[in-house]
């Protein structure tokens, strides 16, 4: 069986037996982040606030280490900073038998499953209860977590009760929630009243007070610190945070972020070791003076190095909220046992497990990152995940062959990577260079591709899945068709004033406050879905805006999605020299591809001096923005927007990244304004996303994630199909038998034709 | 402080699932007897003119005495208005167990130590910590879980939160 076969099987059997658990659960911890985070009035404010702390911390950390060290031995603590989770062990091993312990109570703590210290103490004979119900779950069922806040996520009330009727043989089956719950609970309650030690995570320690914070909602921490006398806290060196003060944004911002609730029923703030009031069953004593012991575990495990890393340091500042898993769609849709390494889960895993274990934990789903990006605006610490992804692919792309093959390579590929590169992911990187030969051999290159021997060959040398209907490429490109229109006297061609060509014909309108367009040729609109690209010239010129379609490579979008990140640099240095000049002039960069677009406006921060990028980002629009802000600004071209009165109904889906710049709204606004009746989806991602979909390993999952957006219109038949995404065209074209087009088609056709 | 919080936090408890009552110091003994559920625990409120003794609750109990109570009753030293939230500090008198092992949880708070947010609260909180204060916890509502397939109220902790605001203190 092919290695792409095995994943596909593997990501099937989770879609069919944990997928329901987990698309139900994530969707109401996200459409409750959106709710919770809505009301925060400082929301923004609080993310800036949160990142700078984190920035800072990490940068001091040396600093943080030493006073949160001398803080807690000043009180008779101790702080261990271990190296790995071997050494981490030990300590906490000596620390159990030190004190004679025959049991541990646990809390939740992911950091303690990246040390495996359950399994560590149970060799010596000590027993260890998960007192998190989640994890208690897992304990018995003996699984990983799915999930960073939620670890049982995957699982089902039906799942529990089965499971815990057969395991604990129970004659009175248990059934509804609240009936587990009591079991567990009771259960767990006498474990943690004999118990000896405690041993508790952390959500955030500060280095001036020494203070713990632990963000809970069950009340399992508080009970287990209360009913024993050694405490052990173990905790990530990035944990530490400079003050006390500091915590209010993560306090404010971790249960909104994650479950989606505005507040999690409990936050601990504890400042050890504790001579507070607890109760002691053995004596049957309430004890108001104790006398703790205390031990704050502080683990490296490769953090140092994440530190020293200027691409993975950004990881040490997530605070493990689960935002970035809950709000992406293919996570909702498979869950953190296919999304996920050896223990982190979900879009920061990928850094995460890079960090701790190494590259090859993330290997195995670090392409379940699309980067839709939809998780970029709801991290809390305003980390880039997708770039995180981005650049573990790279790495991966290039590790293991030390370049030994790379000059069987050099010169006769298009890019700038290694020679172990996938042959699936260099097809798809190279998607430029496959769509100017499909237009250069069209229609004979789509009828060659769509032959059944050769669908069987791609799927089984580069890994397309057969099932998906290939782009069909169009003989004459919309450059092509651009430059022989203006070559007429239909439209005025401008051209930079570098240029040594004169500029063209001479236009038939004035333009609003002398704005020029220079609309951008992305692969797709000139390749294949030429249509809107013309409807956009159309509807340009009708608004009184003259356009130019300059010569200009692609924009790196799709090297960049197979982690090509050298080739993509090479990409948005073409881009940056065949617009500069336009730019200088003053002329608007319009892009009708969202993800092109995102390039221009995010992308490219990784990948082009900053100045320029800043140019080309704030020089840059979507279609249907620019429309928005001449339809603003000009009281003759609103006039033409609403002259028009179509009786049309519209079902617009928006693209992942377009709403993840906040692009959407234009759309929807322009829309209405025209006269337009319109519904939106509300998916995070339609599933394709980019070459995702069309391989072989995860095209059920890309089509699992697309029912979602089905369902969402299903009922809306009598609805024209509009959306901005090339991908996500292609996807509703699979999932819809009536076509779907761009929204600037649509528009052109009323403004300019009625 | 002031009026804005309070309305504030009567807002914010009406929309968790948690209650709460306004009265003067002189009513308290009556609303706190019209509303325990016995077996209850308690701690010493240290505000004045306030007093459990004289009510059937339990103020020196044994462990098992707080792990089987209906009822625990003690001060709170904050209120947050935008969260509906109350801060229970143990300060060596049992406050962490009683509020904790309980089915109800009665928090007793001064109208004059609600805050209207989450930062007033920290900074108040930084300042009792420097002071000594080693645990205090920011409750909200009841303990909840959602990882047995649905939203269950009281887990380890209560199953219900009743705040007593102390309208003339």
């Avoid at chain 1, 997928?19 to 969707?27: H, L, R, S």
């Amino acid at each position: 069986m092919s290695r792409r076969k095995q994943k596909a099987d593997r990501i099937n059997e989770l879609l069919a037996t944990e997928g329901d658990a987990v698309f139900e659960n994530t969707q109401g911890f996200n459409s409750g982040r959106y709710a919770s985070t809505a009301k925060l009035a400082k929301y923004e404010a609080l993310k800036d606030e949160a990142r700078t702390i984190k920035e800072d911390a990490i940068e001091r950390l040396p600093v943080l280490i030493e006073s949160v060290t001398e803080t807690i031995e000043e009180r008779g603590g101790t702080v261990y900073v271990a190296e790995d989770p071997t050494d981490a062990n030990r300590y906490i091993r000596e620390v159990v038998d030190d004190a004679g312990a025959e049991s541990v109570v646990k809390s939740k703590s992911m950091t303690s499953e990246e040390l495996e210290v359950n399994e560590a103490l149970e060799a010596d004979g000590v027993d260890v209860w998960e007192t998190d119900l989640g994890e208690f779950v897992l304990q018995v069922a003996d699984e990983a977590p799915s999930h960073l806040v939620a670890p049982a996520i995957h699982r089902s009330r039906d799942d529990i009760a089965t499971l815990f009727n057969e395991y604990f043989e129970l004659e009175e089956p248990l059934e509804s929630a609240e009936e587990l719950t009591r079991f567990a609970r009771d259960y767990l309650g006498e474990h943690i009243k004999d118990a000896d030690i405690g041993m508790t995570g952390a959500n955030f320690v500060t280095a001036d007070t020494g203070t713990v914070a632990l963000v809970t909602s069950e009340g399992n921490a508080r009970k287990t610190l209360a009913s024993t006398d050694t405490h052990v806290t173990v905790a990530g060196i990035e944990k530490l945070i400079p003050t006390f003060e500091e915590l209010q944004p993560f306090i404010e911002l971790i249960g909104r972020s994650g479950t989606g609730q505005d507040i999690t029923s409990y936050v601990s703030l504890f400042t050890p070791p504790l001579s507070i009031s607890g109760l002691n069953f053995e004596a049957n004593e309430l004890v108001t003076e104790t006398d703790r012991d205390f031990h704050l575990v502080l683990v490296d495990n490769g953090r140092w190095a994440m530190r020293d890393d200027d691409q993975l340091r950004e990881t040490l500042y997530c605070i493990r909220c689960s935002a970035c898993a809950n709000s992406c769609a293919n996570f909702q849709h498979v869950g953190g046992h296919a999304f996920g390494g050896e223990t982190y889960t979900g879009g920061i895993a990928t850094g995460w497990e890079a960090g701790v274990h190494g590259l090859d934990s993330a290997a195995g789903f670090n392409d379940l990152c699309t980067g839709c990006s939809r998780c970029v605006n709801a991290c809390p610490v305003e980390i880039d995940i997708p770039w995180i992804n981005t650049v573990v692919r790279d790495r991966l792309n290039r590790s293991g062959d030390d370049g030994q093959f790379d000059f069987l390579v050099d010169g006769l590929t298009p890019d700038e990577e290694p020679g172990r590169l996938d042959i699936q992911k260099r097809f798809f990187g190279n998607f430029a260079t496959i769509a100017k030969l499909g237009s250069a051999t069209a229609p004979l290159s789509n009828w060659l591709a769509n032959r059944p021997v050769s669908r069987r060959i791609m799927e089984r040398m580069v890994g397309v899945d057969r099932r998906r209907e290939l782009p069909r490429f169009r003989s004459e490109t919309f450059k092509q068709w651009f430059d022989a229109r203006s070559s007429s006297v239909q439209s005025r061609t401008a051209r930079p004033t570098g240029s040594t060509d004169a500029a063209g014909g001479g236009g038939s309108t004035t333009p609003p406050a002398d704005r020029e367009v220079l609309l951008y040729p992305d692969l797709y609109t000139n390749h294949v879905q030429i249509e809107r690209g013309k409807a956009a010239v159309r509807l340009l010129e009708a608004l009184g805006v003259p356009v130019t379609v300059p010569d200009v490579p692609s924009s790196g979008r799709a090297p960049l999605s197979q982690g090509m990140v050298a080739t993509a640099r090479e990409h948005a240095q073409g881009v940056l020299e065949a617009v500069r000049p336009h730019l200088r002039d003053g002329r608007d960069v319009v892009v009708l591809e969202p993800s092109d677009l995102a390039m221009f406006k995010r992308e490219y921060k990784k990948l082009l001096p900053t100045e320029e990028f800043e140019r080309l980002r704030d020089g840059s629009y979507e279609i249907l923005e620019y429309v928005y802000g001449l339809v603003e600004t000009d009281p003759d071209v609103a006039a033409a927007l609403e002259a028009t009165t179509p009786s049309n109904r519209l079902a617009y889906h928006s693209h992942c990244q377009q709403r993840t710049l906040r692009l959407e709204s234009y759309t929807t606004t322009i829309l209405e304004r025209a006269g337009f009746d319109v519904v939106t989806s509300d998916v995070e991602c339609c599933g394709m996303a980019g070459s995702f979909g069309y391989k072989r390993e995860y095209y059920d999952l890309s089509m699992d994630v697309g029912a979602a957006l089905r369902d969402q219109f299903a009922a809306e038949d009598d609805r024209r199909l509009v959306a901005s995404g090339t991908s996500c065209i292609e996807q509703l074209d699979s999932l819809f038998e009536r076509p779907t087009t761009h929204p600037v088609e649509v528009l052109a056709a009323h403004v300019v034709d009625e | 402080m002031g009026n804005t919080a309070i309305r504030s936090f009567e807002d914010s408890i009406a929309s968790l699932p948690a209650t709460m009552e306004q009265v003067p110091a002189a009513e308290f003994e009556d609303a706190i007897a019209s509303h325990l559920a016995e077996p209850a625990v308690g701690v010493s409120l240290p505000f004045e003119g306030v007093s459990l003794q004289g009510l059937p609750v339990t103020l020196s109990p044994t462990a098992e005495e707080v792990s089987a109570a209906r009822t625990g009753i003690t001060p709170a030293s904050l209120a947050i208005g935008d969260y509906g939230s109350v801060v229970v500090g143990d300060r060596n008198d049992g406050a962490e167990p009683v509020s904790l092992f309980v089915n109800e949880h009665v928090a007793v708070v001064r109208a004059s130590d609600v805050v209207e947010s989450m930062s007033d609260a920290v900074g108040e909180l930084g300042d009792e910590v420097r002071d000594g204060l080693q645990s205090a916890v920011v409750a909200t509502g009841p303990s909840a879980t959602a990882d047995m397939g649905e939203l269950v109220h009281g887990v380890h902790g209560p199953e219900s939160v009743h705040v007593l605001l102390l309208s003339d203190r």
